[in-house]
Structures are given as structure tokens and as C-alpha cells.
């Protein structure tokens, strides 16, 4: 049931204010573009340390890992495959909710990357086993790329979450209990790419820290423009809605 919150918003009281209302509404959709063009750029960073990490980086320790998953025996039917985000770049900074999600997880394997080292192929690999043993999948991916590869496999189904873990998704938030730590093995790398590393690193965060601050300039705008529909809304109706919709709830299904 969908419910129409708007008509009880007073439209004389809003149309006094649609200049402003029009432009706050304006304003904040050009915030949010800007934000994102920061976003980007911090996406195209962390895609080209992704590519010098590569020369280094040996994933046979990951690989080791995957084959020795307590997955469950195998059902008769193929799992599904779910996309999900798990963390947030927000006015208030980055939000993750990782460890809620994987709560009541028995097996939880924690593999630990540079920032900017993406999994690319091995998470997948991890969820066409774990489907194909006829579980659910939930599948993580990166606010900032969501059209990218998974960083996060969980599947309460199989009682398994595969997490990577950088500088921005801590293993510290879950139990020791219930974790096994995986850190991949990298060769030394030259000082020119080191070098690379670090300047890609700092300007990432810079191009992250400056999206939060446009977003949370977006909030505020928004924040002041939420005021006039405030101002404007029959907030007893919204009691009587209310109490309408608990009473159906409630009510006995015969």
C-alpha cells in the first residue's frame, strides 16, 4: 500500500515559497554533480594503483584460502546472486555496515590488500562456488564504482563472508572469534612506483575528504529546504495515518 503523504501538505503555503524552493532543489542536484566529479577522479585513482599493485601482488595465499572454505554440502538447486552496497560516502563521512551484515556469521575470512588493490576475479570466482553449491550470495560492491567488481562476498545461507580489508574497511570490526586473516604477499617494489604509490594514495583521500565536503554543504541546502515542506505539512493528519496503518497491522488475518 502506497500512502500520499503530500496531500496533506499545504500547497498555498508552498507556492508562496517555489522560488526558492525551485532554486534550493536546483542548487542541491549541482551540489551532488560536483561532489561526484570528485568521486570519480578518486575512482581513477585507485583503478591506477590497482595496476602497479598488480605487478607485485601474489594471490596464490587467496587462492589457498578458497579451497579450503568450509562450504556446506551441496543442494540441488543453483544459489541466487544478489548486488548490494554495504558502506556509504556521506556529508557525515564514510559509513560502513559491514560488520551488521555478516552478524551471526560463523565463518568470516578477512583478506588484507593495499588501498586500491581491487580482487577483480577471485571474489566472483568465490560466488560461483558458493551458488553453485545451491547457496544464496550477497555480492558488496564499492559505492564508488558499483559497476566494478564485488569487494565483499557474504552468504548467511552457507554461514560464510569473504571481506577485503584496507585502510578504509578495517578487520577490527569483527569478532577474533570468527575470523581467519589472510594477507597477500606483495614482492619489493622500485622506488619510482613507490613513489607513484604514495602521490596516488594522498590525492585519493584528498578527492574522497573534499566529495564529503561538497555533500555535506548539499545537506545543509537540503536541510533548508526540508524546512518549507515542514512547515507546510498537517502533522496531526500524519498522527491519524498512523494510528490507520498500526490498526491494520494488527488486525487479525482470518
Keep these: 500500500e502506497i500512502i500520499d503523504l503530500g496531500k496533506h501538505l499545504d500547497e498555498n503555503l508552498l507556492i508562496k515559497s517555489k522560488d526558492k524552493i525551485v532554486s534550493l532543489g536546483r542548487e542541491i542536484s549541482e551540489t551532488f554533480e560536483y561532489a561526484y566529479v570528485f568521486l570519480k577522479c578518486a575512482d581513477i585513482i585507485y583503478s591506477h594503483l590497482n595496476d602497479i599493485y598488480r605487478k607485485y601482488v601474489s594471490e596464490d595465499r587467496i587462492y589457498e584460502m578458497i579451497m579450503a572454505m568450509k562450504i556446506p554440502d551441496k543442494r540441488t538447486r543453483t544459489g541466487k546472486r544478489m548486488r548490494r552496497f554495504g558502506s556509504a560516502i556521506t556529508s557525515a563521512g564514510i559509513k560502513s555496515e559491514l560488520g551488521s551484515l555478516s552478524e551471526g556469521i560463523s565463518n568470516i575470512y578477512l583478506i ?15 560466488s560461483q562456488i558458493i551458488t553453485g553449491q545451491g547457496y544464496d550470495v550477497e555480492e558488496i560492491y564499492c559505492p564508488m564504482n558499483p559497476y566494478g567488481t564485488a569487494e565483499h562476498i557474504i ?31 606483495s614482492a619489493p617494489i622500485n622506488d619510482i612506483d613507490k613513489t607513484k604509490i604514495e602521490e596516488l594514495k594522498e590525492s585519493g583521500k584528498k578527492n574522497i575528504d573534499k566529495a564529503i565536503e561538497i555533500l555535506s554543504n548539499a545537506k545543509e541546502m537540503h536541510d533548508e529546504l526540508e524546512v518549507y515542506y515542514i512547515d507546510a505539512m498537517d502533522f496531526n493528519a500524519m498522527e491519524d495515518i498512523k494510528k490507520e496503518v498500526i490498526d491494520k497491522i494488527d488486525k487479525p488475518v482470518v
Design 112 to 126: 588484507e590488500v593495499p588501498t586500491g588493490y581491487r580482487m577483480k576475479n577471485i571474489l566472483d570466482h568465490v
Design 155 to 185: 552468504s548467511h545461507d552457507a554461514d560464510i563472508a569473504v571481506f577485503t580489508c584496507n585502510e578504509y574497511h578495517l578487520k577490527d570490526i569483527f569478532d577474533d572469534n570468527s575470523k581467519v586473516v589472510i594477507k597477500v604477499e
